[in-house]
């Protein structure tokens, strides 16, 4: 049975290396190699959806006018919070940064005067705001001791592309406040810097000036100019006494509450309102323990990483909740189809499938006319709202998330747009039907610099089009057409349901038959200019065992390849290409540079949530003990790599990691990357928690574990717990009663009504 938390969740990720934010509608700070990490409140940028915010805010604290110089010191970060220590003369500050659910930036300072005598300080929370023909600022007002204005963002052709709406406010409330214009210099959170520092004597000048300067018509916003804005707080503490201030700037779209920013200024502790914020978030998901701490860790941070990048429904291009694949602005700041699915697998856990659903309702939301789901939906500052497509597992994604939380209704609405989609696949990309789905660039996968490609065209990792049959195309179009087999008849649309059958037959007979190389023992992409396969080894040759199609004799291919230390087997496996392949390299050199995304060798968690779901499904199916062992040595492999160095303090999330080393892409500054599936690993094959439809097995793969727990957990509108405690054995309770226990780890298989 469940078990009540007796401390905070969160607790179990604390951390002295990560510093990255979120819990808010749309808004986060994770910046990367900050600069300003140690600074008063949020120098370093923030972004909203995929648009970076500058300088939110810092303070300055000064003392008979003069700006104090602090000694600071990060302490301990959790989800909720990051903690910093300042320390100047007879001064200390006690800082705790949070980012509240309603995409407020909060920052509670406990001042505590550290001498005997009374003294009087003042406190100055601060922005600066660039401005120029395109990036408008509007709506300034200052009232109720706070100010608030617009940021209008425009198209080259002066059309609004986005606004959101910015609110500054100290608590207790400011005493004076000021905005004022200035021509362009370089913004760095020092006092002397801005244009209060002049004039500045018992409070701020209380005027606020956005426009002027010769280029500028009266009335009419400054063209290229910076928009300073402060408010201004006096305190007296008395003698080794201690005050708390908070510093807040709400960023969120110009309709939005601000529940938060409100309660804090009525009264609230900001810093409890994020730990309650991430506290319901992780009593929201099934809650895992476990003797090997690297998989506990793990399960727990994945959880912080998939609610780090969720965001809430924004209109028009984002109409539902979902997980954006990473933290920053650029590309990954994006719900993206080729990490959504995955997002679905484990998304599906959460007690509210609402996120899950969210993660495919956005696509077809943004499905184009001719069935294409793009492979990304812009919604900042992007002329394109959605473009592109990268191939993805709908298929199986919809009907995993069925599995735990059965919903008719739910497949009633996605049928008809992903029936769009796969005859869209069907018809453009197997004109000759084949069986066989065409890739006609190096970056509709996903996977650019690969040298499966080459294959096609030697010019293929310069952008050209070309046409390759892949392995891991037509297995994502094989899942979908037999979903739709599924889905269909369970909609009573027979004749439906007929028609993908033939398509999924199709498809299984191609993978079979066409895609496999008897000689080389192994499933490769066709070249359909020469009808042959291409004998360059990748990883997504393995694809086909996340299915049901290949027969015995095709079980050859892991043993004479995946597990092979020379090809993909590597020390951190497993490599995205054999390594003995000519273009190969560990490092990620493609033809002597190094890439930002190579796929020629490097270690991609995406891939090896491919894998080790073909691994363990293919011993399920083949009742294969080996595999077995083989499925649980990866899992807890690929595991143990994502934490740095093998620390268990420094769990990771990057893009790609050294097969050899298993050092992760740090170059690229990106961390919290969630383009993989880990979380349904950890559920399914550790915890052995599988459900069908009305049916649910128990099946735990042997980790070595001496106990785990998988509790409070939501499958088909029933409460399941799992206990497992070497020499023991295992319990199962549903819905509060003990419904099965054995001796030792076995199968049990059990109803739901």
């Known amino acids: 049975m469940t078990t009540k938390q007796s401390v905070p969740l969160e607790d179990i990720l604390r951390s002295t290396h990560k510093w990255f934010l979120g819990g808010g509608r749309s808004l986060l700070w994770a910046p990367d190699s900050p600069k300003c990490l140690t600074t008063l409140g949020f120098w370093d940028h923030a972004v909203h959806l995929d648009t970076p915010v500058p300088h939110p805010f810092t303070l300055s604290v000064l003392d008979r006018g003069a700006p104090l110089q602090f000694v600071s ?19 200390t500050i006690a800082e705790d940064r949070a980012l509240l659910p309603d995409d407020t930036l909060a920052a509670r300072l406990t001042l505590r005067n550290t001498t005997a005598k009374a003294r009087t300080l003042d406190l100055v929370l601060w922005s600066v705001l660039p401005t120029s023909p395109i990036l408008g600022l509007d709506d300034v007002a200052v009232a109720d001791g706070r100010i608030t204005l617009t940021r209008n963002h425009l198209t080259e052709s002066g059309d609004l592309n986005l606004a959101y709406r910015v609110t500054y406010a ?43 300067g010769p280029d500028t018509r009266q009335g009419e916003p400054p063209r290229d100019s910076h928009v300073y804005l402060g408010l201004h707080l006096r ?25 938060s920013l409100e309660a804090v200024l009525e009264g609230a502790d900001p810093i409890a309102l994020s730990q309650d914020n991430w506290q319901r978030f992780f009593e929201s998901v099934p809650h895992f323990t476990s003797s090997d701490a690297y998989l506990e860790k793990y399960y727990w941070y994945r959880w912080y990483g998939l609610r780090l990048n969720m965001v809430q429904p924004t209109g028009k291009q984002l109409e539902y909740p979902c997980v954006f694949e990473g933290t920053n602005a650029g590309h990954f700041r994006h719900a993206i189809s080729y990490s959504a699915f995955a997002h679905m697998f484990e998304t599906r856990w959460m007690h509210d499938p609402a996120v899950a659903k969210g993660s495919l309702f956005n696509f077809l939301a943004n499905q184009s006319t001719s069935g294409v789901l793009p492979s990304r939906i812009n919604t900042g500052l992007a002329e394109s709202r959605a473009e592109g497509l990268y191939h993805a597992n709908w298929g199986d994604a919809v009907l995993a998330l069925h599995q735990v939380h059965p919903d008719d209704a739910f497949l009633e609405e996605s049928y008809e747009d992903l029936c769009r989609y796969a ?19 190096q970056g509709e996968t996903g996977q650019e610099y690969s040298p499966r490609y080459l294959a096609a065209s030697e010019r293929a990792d310069q952008w050209v089009s070309f046409q390759l049959k892949g392995v891991d ?78 027969n015995k004799s095709q079980l050859a291919a892991l043993e004479k390849h995946l597990f092979n230390p020379d090809e993909f087997w590597t020390p951190y496996p497993v490599a995205s290409t054999a390594l003995t392949e000519e273009l190969a390299n560990p490092v990620g050199l493609w033809k002597g540079r190094r890439q930002r995304c190579p796929w020629n060798g490097r270690v991609w968690p995406m891939t090896n949530s491919h894998i080790a779901e073909a691994i363990a499904h293919t011993a399920i199916r083949t009742k294969n003990p080996k595999l077995r062992k083989r499925a649980a040595e990866f899992i807890g492999k690929f595991i143990r790599m994502l934490f740095a160095d093998g620390d268990l303090e420094r769990p990771t999330s ?10 992760p892409s740090w170059f690229k500054g990106v961390d919290d990357y969630m383009h993989s599936w880990v979380v349904d690993l950890i559920i399914k094959y550790v915890a052995g928690v599988r459900p069908t439809e009305g049916r649910l097995c128990i099946d735990p793969f042997d980790f070595g574990l001496s106990h785990f727990a998988l509790t409070n957990l939501r499958i088909q509108g029933h409460e399941v717990d799992v206990h497992y405690r070497k020499g023991t054995g295992m319990k199962v309770h ?3 009663h003990l419904i099965a226990r054995t001796r030792k780890l076995e199968p049990v298989y059990l109803g739901l009504v």
Request: glycine share 4%; proline share 8%.
């Open 423 to 441: 005859t869209y696949l069907d018809r453009e990309r197997d004109r000759k039907s084949t069986g066989l789905t065409t890739i006609v660039n």
């Open 473 to 550: 195309a037509t297995v994502y179009a094989h899942q979908l057409f037999a979903a739709l087999t599924w889905i269909a008849r369970r909609l009573s649309r027979a004749t439906e349901g007929a028609r993908w059958n033939r398509r999924a037959e199709r498809a299984a007979k191609a993978i079979v038959k066409k895609m496999w190389d008897g000689k080389l023992k192994l499933f490769c992409d066709v070249v359909p200019k020469t009808g042959e396969r291409s004998p360059v080894k990748t990883a997504t040759c393995f694809y086909p065992f996340l299915t049901d199609l290949p």
């Open 734 to 736: 549903i819905d509060g």
């Open 235 to 259: 305190i007296k503490l008395p003698p080794r006494k201690d005050i708390t201030v908070s510093a807040l700037c709400n960023i969120s779209p110009p309709d939005a509450q601000a529940e």
């Open 654 to 663: 990057c893009e790609h990691y050294n097969p050899l080393t298993g050092q």
């Open 170 to 212: 100290l608590t207790p409330q400011t005493t004076s406040h000021q905005v004022s214009v200035c021509e362009p210099t370089p913004p760095e959170p020092c006092w002397s810097h801005t244009p209060f520092t002049e004039s500045f004597t018992r409070e701020l000048a209380n005027t606020v000036v956005t426009t002027g």
């Open 73 to 91: 010191q990060r302490g301990d970060w959790v989800p909720s919070h990051l903690s910093v220590t300042h320390t100047a003369k007879g001064l």
